[in-house]
Each structure stands twice: as C-alpha cells, then as structure tokens.
C-alpha cells in the first residue's frame, strides 16, 4: 500500500469522485465487494440532492415495473435494461431496508422513508461508508484526473496532492441544481478519456412564455389540479402529453405536468427555431360535445342568473373569468341571453386553450440534466468506459434523464451500484 510520509494512504483501489446519489451507492458497492476506497465530495456534505429530492423527505425510487420505469426515463432509459438484469428498483427498495430505511408508497409508484425525513435515507449510506472503511473527503476538489497508456493512473487535488487509483468512478453530477455541487467538473475529465459529451440541455424545468396574459401576471400563482397539458408540433399535433397539476407563474409556466414536457419543448424548439405551442385540456375526461351539453343543462337550471355564479365551481374562479373573456362572453351576462356559438367556443377553450412558450429556465435552474457521457461508450452491465481501462461512470453524468418521481434516483442508484460493483472487480485484476 503507498503512503507518504506521514502514513497517509495515497493509493486506492477504487477512487470516488461525488458524493451524491450515484457516488455514495457506488462508493458502498466497491467497499461491499472488499476494495479500499476513497470517496471525494466537493461539498461540505454528502448525499446532497438525495436531502433535497422528493421535496426534502427523499424520493429513493419507484416501484412500477421495470418497463413502465424505463418509459418514464425517455433520456436513453433503454440502456438500463441491462442494468435492471442485475439490480433494480427492487433491490434499491430491500437495500435501504436491509439498512433499517423502512419505506412506503404514496401515489405513480413513488417510495419515501416512512419517517418522512430524507436524512434518514444519508444517514444509513453514511453508515455504510463507515462500515466498509471507505475514507471520505469532504469541501475536497479533485483538479484532474491523470491517465497513462493502461488506463487510468491517478487524481490530482486541487491543494496539490495527488491519489493512485486502479479503477476510477466518476459521480460528479450534471449541470443543473448547483448548490448540490453539480457544475459540469466531470465532462472535461470524461472527454480527455475519448468520450463525447452529448448536447447538455435543460429537463424537468418550468418554462417561459411571452403571452400578454403571463405579461400581466392574469393567471400568476393559479394552480390547475389534474389537467392534460400537450405540447404540439407545427401541423397542431401532440408531440407528448401530461395528466398532471401545473401552475401558472411571474414568467411561465410550472409544475408537475410541465416538467415532464419540458424536454420536449427543448428539442421541438431546436426543430422549429421558435415558439412552440401548448394545448391546456381542463376536462381531460369528456370530450367537447359533452362538456358543452353540461354548460347548457347548468344553464337551463337558472337562466336569469349570471354566467359566472351558473359556473361557480365549474371550474377554478380564476380560469373561468379569464376563458370566457377569451369567448367573448361577458361575466354578468345572464347564462340565457348567451348564444350557442358562444358557449361552444366557450367548452372548446376548457378543453384546448392554446399558448405559446418561447423556451425555460436556465440549466441551473433545471432538476436534471439533458445529455451527457454518451452511453454507446458505455458497457451497459458495467458502467465502464468503452475508451479507458479502470474508469467508470454512474448517475447524471450519463446522458441518461427521466421525469420527476423517483426515476432519476433509480438510475442514479442503479448505475453506481454496476459501477462499484465493476470497478472494484477491475481493481482486482491488476493487483
């Protein structure tokens, strides 16, 4: 074992490079499998994003089947296939049990510590890391990392020191939520190793739009329950549509529905070099012709009285003055006096208001990010690089990106797993 002269030990087997979802599951499969690990964190805590996911009580996965998971993860989610054929949402589940992480399931399949509390979740895979003598650095930067004609060689810190390693992972995020530490360091390292970064974009973001009635904040803060939200390509056809909550903000648009379309947006902007057009369905479940038989019937039932109380509670109070100034109908107009004509373009608009947005928040402002290590240099089974002996890759770094709702800790989880497991396999090798 090489040490310096202070005894410090400056060789490992198996070097960890981040300290988020992906890094510390793979630092705990590599210390499992008997390798001396070093996990380096840039940040002054470990597991970070797992703290912050799930709204602070830490989505640890999902338990759909593994082909609805896959379909959730439209970012390359295929590639894990293979993966899932050694570890999968299963085997993340029993895992945080066999920790003592009691779990349980709330609605889409989504698993949460019974407790609530996302610490509890960091906690168990700090414990771990102790229970294997894996040695942590943390408020650590790595600078380079070194490669010779074998593969890789070592790390450099950014204070001057340097670590051998056999085998290297390289866990260190995306672009997108900064303050988790996630900067964008490993794509420079992943590159001087013969990878290709794919085109890194924005997923699972709110978006902007340019409509005057975002201008004047008309709907700012209004939040719609169940919608359908679509978004369409330029003949009017649904590129991708969500049943979900959204809300409407200062600058766009945001929530559960919109996330999930957000990446499409992204590249059918890239397509259309402009706007593109959403369609917003408040009654995802009738059709037109019987939304507009329902408005007549309300209306029936007291015709004297304003459109406005005839509809009370037909739809948000909100949404419901601003359609039908949208229909021309005025608010105090008595519900018997309106035309047909009217109260049709009045239910096509519940159920296929159009906008336009022109693009989303920034990458920083993103939940995950879109692109990465390309993963046809990937061996899918193994996380490792198809270019350099001894360096493998797990969680956002790969161009791998799914919605919100456990699908991004999943492959996080599942990818660092094969890459610990892996490297610390590989470290073996060339003892």
């Not at 294997?132 to 204070?159: A, C, R």
């Not at 970064?197 to 409509?211: K, W």
């Not at 373009?345 to 920034?362: H, I, P």
């Amino acid at each position: 074992m090489k040490k310096n002269i202070v005894g410090e030990i400056m060789k490992y087997d198996v070097i960890v490079i981040g300290g988020g979802p992906s890094g510390l599951m793979a630092a705990i499969a590599a210390g499992e499998k008997g390798a001396k690990v070093l996990l380096i964190e840039k940040g002054d805590k470990l597991g970070r994003k797992l703290a912050i996911s799930g709204g602070g009580r830490c989505n640890v996965t999902n338990n759909l089947p593994i082909d609805e998971i896959i379909k959730h993860i439209p970012g390359n989610g295929r590639f894990l296939y293979s993966a899932f054929s050694v570890f999968n949402n299963q085997d993340i589940i029993q895992f945080f049990e066999r920790l003592g992480v009691k779990l349980k399931e709330e609605d889409h399949g989504r698993m949460f510590p019974a407790s609530n509390q996302s610490a509890d979740v960091v906690n168990a895979m700090i414990r771990q890391l102790d229970n294997y003598q894996v040695k942590v650095m943390q408020s650590t930067t790595v600078q380079d990392v070194i490669y010779n004609e074998h593969g890789v060689s070592s790390i450099l810190l950014k204070d001057g020191r340097s670590y051998d390693a056999n085998a290297l992972i390289i866990a260190v995020g995306g672009k997108s939520v900064p303050k988790t530490g996630s900067t964008g360091d490993g794509y420079a390292w992943a590159e001087k190793a013969g990878h290709t970064i794919t085109e890194l974009y924005p997923t699972e973001v709110p978006l902007t739009s340019n409509e005057l009635f975002i201008k004047a904040k008309t709907l700012q803060g209004l939040s719609l329950r169940d919608v359908e939200l679509s978004v369409l390509n330029p003949k009017g056809k649904a590129i991708i549509t969500h049943k979900m909550d959204m809300l409407f903000t200062h600058f766009g648009i945001s929530g559960p529905a919109v996330l999930r379309c957000s990446q499409f947006v992204v590249k059918a902007m890239k397509k259309t070099k402009g706007d593109v057009t959403m369609k917003l369905d408040v009654f995802p479940d009738c059709n037109q012709e019987e939304l507009f038989q329902l408005v007549v019937k309300k209306i029936k039932e007291d015709n004297k009285k304003a459109i406005k109380n005839i509809l009370k509670g037909f739809i948000i109070e909100r949404y419901l003055l601003f359609l039908l100034e949208k229909a021309d109908i005025d608010e105090n107009e008595q519900g018997g006096t309106i035309s047909h004509e009217k109260l049709r373009q009045f239910a096509s608009l519940c159920k296929g208001f159009l906008f336009t947005v022109n693009g989303t928040l920034s990458l920083e402002k993103a939940f995950v990010t879109g692109g990465g290590v390309s993963v046809k240099e990937i061996h899918p089974k193994e996380m490792s690089s198809k270019f350099m002996n001894g360096l493998f890759f797990c969680g956002e770094i790969l161009d791998i990106h799914g919605y919100t709702g456990g699908y991004n800790i999943t492959s996080a989880l599942v990818t660092g797993r094969l890459a610990g497991v892996n490297a610390a396999a590989y470290s073996q090798t060339i003892k």
